[in-house]
């Protein structure tokens, strides 16, 4: 499977097809903007050399390599953040970074506020306490103009893969391209087939959305979510109900992608197994606050009961299996008890 | 003692949330109005939403007003012929079909299907999450979803209104003059003298307009403010129908008793 | 579908439109009985116009040679003022009479003249001298009853 890199006319790396052939200069305009992953020559960068090292109850297969993140940019920044709707909170907090060139996890169990998170960092919430910056800049002071240009920085997977169901598959990788940019016809055409071959889809480019399966769907918005060339891409339970083919092929996608684009991965995320064998950095929440971080194999080091209830999955812990009394079920069982003769 | 107190109570929320609904509609139609300069800039997508609206009510419309101009060529016949005046049968259908029954019928049918039809789409894109990645990808929805559709409901109203009032007059025809036998001669003319341009064709078409406008803004804040669930959807669906023609029939009234007073 | 042909297909649906809308204006309305010949105005006064409105027609022997344009009232001489566009082809002696007549037994009104026979016509801004009010029914009945009365004497 062909991943296109990148190379900007500045750059005096070779680009190289993973066959090892040499593909003619493509040169892409860099968007416009003003700092680009480019800035790095490839040959500085060290390769990642484990593919799918399977997570194996405590330890990894194979040792793997700690990837030297330049420490230039952090593109996501939350400093004790608080959130939650209304008058409820959900978290409270967390503090958390993501960086150029880093996969970072964001897992937890259901329902602790991962998705909240999630909303906080392209600003459809804003935070009730503490700062969500997001290149360099805190988020919670943009609106309008600026904060478009910011979300036409970010690409954003959401978890059903909100495809547009009125346009078929390339019309949909299409739309960012059309909406936000001027570029002819043709080039549309070039750059949308591009994506959709970095996913494995160029083929599909004609069906409806209706006639694709849900793992192809989450490929086509992750063709969708890169076709601008985010420097933060966020994804929404990425693995969530695929086959194992499809997680393997995922989990592949989001660490080429990372590598090759330079940009900062943003995973939320509850399963371990992809995950750990991916990112660089794993951030757990429960509970209503962050309850660990660091890397996949500090963390299935840890001894903290709720990261060892989570990772090893005991039905039992610090997430009670009991849903707990509360006041409205003892009205309702005495309601009930009353009613029968 | 509480009975009535509660009763009160609820009525007083009941109202105020009408109200605050009202205050919503409003503002979401003023945000559709004021983002229109789309519409012009990005014509395709009009041209498309025409085409859906439009277009695929054509079929229902040209029935009914076939059927409609039966009915009241038929109807009209056995009164008119009580009083000898069967030849005013052309300016009976004509008057009816342009000053009322064209843009009324018109519009009814229109909300019960392009009006559900837009809310039911709306209602699904907000379901699967469509319209909050819109927002993140930095589109506006609203310019991109809603003001097409808008200008399309408002385009294809009065088109749809005028083409039931010409098949209804065609069909009043067919029945009074082919079936019946009424000298065709007379039931022109008189028909000619009795519909004024201005005053009847002219007042219809504003009439579709107005109705084609209020349509289609309830249905696209039904669709907008209906909850993601299956039953969240036909709730909305359901109140697109209701609402619609409940306020096509009052507007109709508050224009015909300024129109033709 | 392509763009084309929706394009193509909602041209056509707004021709539809377009020529529904014709037709009903010049078929079903009296589109075809505007015209934009030029036209003079004549004026005349009435002690009762009865249920005269603008835009009636102007008949001489049941043709329709122009329409009303204006009524109002001389608070003067108390007595309504009706303006009348008739069509520059048309002329009559300046001693013509005008009356509102009622078309069928109780259908609309409309103002008849009857030309007279003087050389000068009527020009822009003539007053009409000879002029027959609308007949009102009461007064019609009343007048009736008390000359019937009175030949019982």
């Known amino acids: 499977m062909p991943l296109w890199m990148w190379q900007a006319a500045a750059c005096n790396a070779e680009s190289v097809s993973q066959r090892g052939q040499a593909i003619k200069g493509y040169a892409f305009s860099c968007s416009g903007r003003a700092t680009h992953p480019c800035d790095q020559p490839r040959a500085k960068r060290r390769p990642r050399e484990r593919r799918h090292a399977r997570y194996n109850g405590g330890e990894f297969i194979d040792s793997k390599p700690m990837t030297t993140v330049p420490s230039s940019d952090t593109i996501l920044q939350f400093a004790d953040v608080a959130l939650g709707y209304g008058d409820h909170t959900v978290l409270s907090g967390i503090s958390l970074e993501a960086r150029k060139g880093q996969v970072v996890a964001l897992m937890g169990g259901s329902g602790s506020g991962k998705t909240t998170l999630l909303r906080a960092a392209t600003a459809q919430i804003l935070a009730q306490k503490g700062r969500v910056a997001a290149f360099g800049q805190d988020i919670a002071q943009m609106e309008g103009e600026a904060l478009r240009q910011l979300r036409q920085r970010m690409g954003v997977l959401f978890q059903q893969g909100a495809l547009f169901t009125d346009l078929n598959v390339f019309e949909n990788v299409a739309f960012p391209l059309r909406e936000h940019t001027r570029i002819s016809e043709s080039q549309i055409y070039e750059r949308v087939l591009e994506k959709l071959d970095a996913v494995g889809l160029k083929a599909a480019a004609h069906l409806r959305i209706s006639e694709i399966s849900g793992g192809m769907a989450r490929r086509v918005a992750l063709a969708r979510a890169i076709v601008l060339e985010p420097e933060l891409i966020l994804y929404d339970e990425p693995f969530a109900g695929l086959d194992p083919i499809s997680l393997g092929i995922t989990a592949r996608l989001i660490r080429d992608l990372t590598d090759k684009l330079g940009c900062a991965s943003v995973l939320i995320t509850h399963d371990v197994n992809e995950s750990f064998a991916i990112a660089d950095q794993v951030y757990m929440v429960g509970q209503g606050k962050l309850i660990a971080q660091g890397s996949p194999t500090e963390l299935s080091a840890s001894q903290n009961p709720y990261v060892r209830q989570f990772l090893d999955g005991q039905p039992d812990g610090p997430i009670a299996f009991h849903y707990p009394v509360s006041p409205a079920f003892t009205t309702w069982l005495e309601q009930r008890k009353g009613r029968r003769p | 003692m509480t009975t009535p107190f509660k009763a009160i109570s609820s009525l007083g929320s009941r109202v105020r949330s009408g109200v605050s609904n009202l205050g919503a509609f409003m503002r979401l139609a003023g945000a559709i109005l004021v983002r229109s300069g789309t519409a012009i800039r990005r014509a395709r997508l009009v041209s498309q939403q025409v085409h859906f609206i439009g277009n695929h009510s054509l079929l229902i419309i040209a029935v009914s007003g076939l059927f409609v101009g039966f009915v009241l060529g038929l109807q009209g016949y056995y009164t008119l012929s009580r009083y000898g005046s069967e030849e005013a049968l052309g300016m009976l259908v004509a008057l009816s079909l342009t000053r009322e029954l064209g843009p009324v019928v018109t519009a009814l049918l229109f909300a019960g299907r392009a009006g559900t039809s837009l809310t039911a789409e709306i209602g699904l894109m907000k379901a699967g999450e469509q319209l909050a990645a819109m927002e993140v990808m930095a589109v506006d929805p609203i310019r991109r979803v809603l003001v097409p559709r808008f200008w399309g409901g408002v385009i294809a109203m009065p088109v749809l209104a005028a083409v039931f009032s010409m098949v209804g007059v065609i069909g009043g025809w067919v029945v009074g003059v082919l079936l019946i036998g009424i000298d065709p001669g007379a039931f022109w003319s008189q028909m000619q003298e009795g519909v004024d341009v201005i005053n009847d064709v002219l007042n219809g078409f504003i009439k579709s307009v107005v109705f084609g406008i209020a349509v289609t803004l309830v249905a696209l804040h039904a669709g907008w403010t209906a909850r993601a669930t299956p039953e969240g959807v036909s709730r909305a669906t359901t109140r697109t129908v209701v609402v619609s023609s409940l306020l096509v029939l009052g507007l109709d009234f508050v224009m015909t008793a300024l129109m033709f007073s | ?153």
Request: hydrophobic share 40%; proline share 3%.
């Open chain 3, 1 to 153: 579908m392509t763009r084309e042909k929706t394009d193509f297909w909602v041209g056509l649906f707004v021709l539809l439109g377009a020529i529904a809308l014709v037709f009903l204006a010049l078929r079903a309305g009296n589109m075809s009985s505007f015209s934009f010949a030029p036209t003079y105005q004549v004026q005349a006064h009435f002690d009762n116009l009865g249920g005269l409105k603008v835009r009636a027609p102007v008949k001489s022997s049941g043709v329709v040679v122009g329409r009303v344009s204006g009524i109002s009232f001389d608070n003067e001489r108390f007595q309504a003022i009706v303006t009348l566009d008739l069509e520059s082809k048309y002329e009559f002696p300046a001693d013509s009479s005008i009356s509102i007549l009622t078309s069928g037994l109780l259908g609309e009104q409309y103002i008849g003249i009857t030309p007279g026979g003087e050389a000068k016509m009527l020009t822009q801004g003539s007053t009409v001298q000879y002029t027959q009010s609308a007949v009102v029914l009461e007064e019609l009945i009343s007048k009736f009853l008390y000359s019937s009365a009175g030949s019982q004497d």
